[in-house]
């Protein structure tokens, strides 16, 4: 057996059909305390992976193509979503930072929204980052629709398409 196998074994890892998977994130450890993604974030490994991944996937460059004909494509940067995604999008942050932003949810919340705020002729015109732990993602009774629940907690909640 191998050292990998035998730290498992005694650490209790858990198995595929354990409860453990199913607990919530902010659980309580076996020392006690509660870990929380900003408790977490006080360990400087932690915070210096989050903050490699987050910075690496915002300097990724962010374009819209348009598919052309016989399967090439090109840039468009006529596109009305170009500008914001690439640039701005919103009026207090840049394209790098709403992106750090989402992939800092992504890896310690596991998830990641964006509310999209439209013009009155349906045309998107901002982006803005939600914090995951305020939303809570709703299906309709039949089951075809997603709406979203936003709040913080304890306060009353809106919904979102």
Request: proline share 8%.
């Amino acid at each position: 057996m191998g050292i990998l196998p035998r730290l498992l074994a005694a650490v209790g890892s858990p198995t595929p059909s354990d409860d453990f998977w199913y607990n919530p994130v902010n659980t309580v450890s076996t020392s006690g305390l509660t870990i929380t993604p900003e408790r977490a974030l006080t360990i400087s490994a932690v915070y210096a992976c989050v903050r490699v991944l987050a910075e690496t996937v915002a300097s990724l460059p962010l374009f819209l193509y348009r598919r052309l004909s016989g399967g090439s494509k090109e840039l468009a940067l006529d596109h009305p979503l170009s500008n914001i995604l690439h640039l701005y999008p919103n009026s207090e942050m840049s394209s790098f930072i709403w992106r750090e932003a989402q992939m800092g949810h992504l890896c310690l919340r596991v998830n990641a929204y964006t509310q999209i705020i439209r013009n009155k002729g349906g045309q998107v015109i901002e982006l803005w980052p939600l914090r995951p732990d305020w939303v809570e993602p709703k299906r309709d009774k039949i089951g075809a629709e997603i709406t979203y629940e936003v709040g913080i907690p304890g306060s009353e909640k809106r919904k979102l398409p």
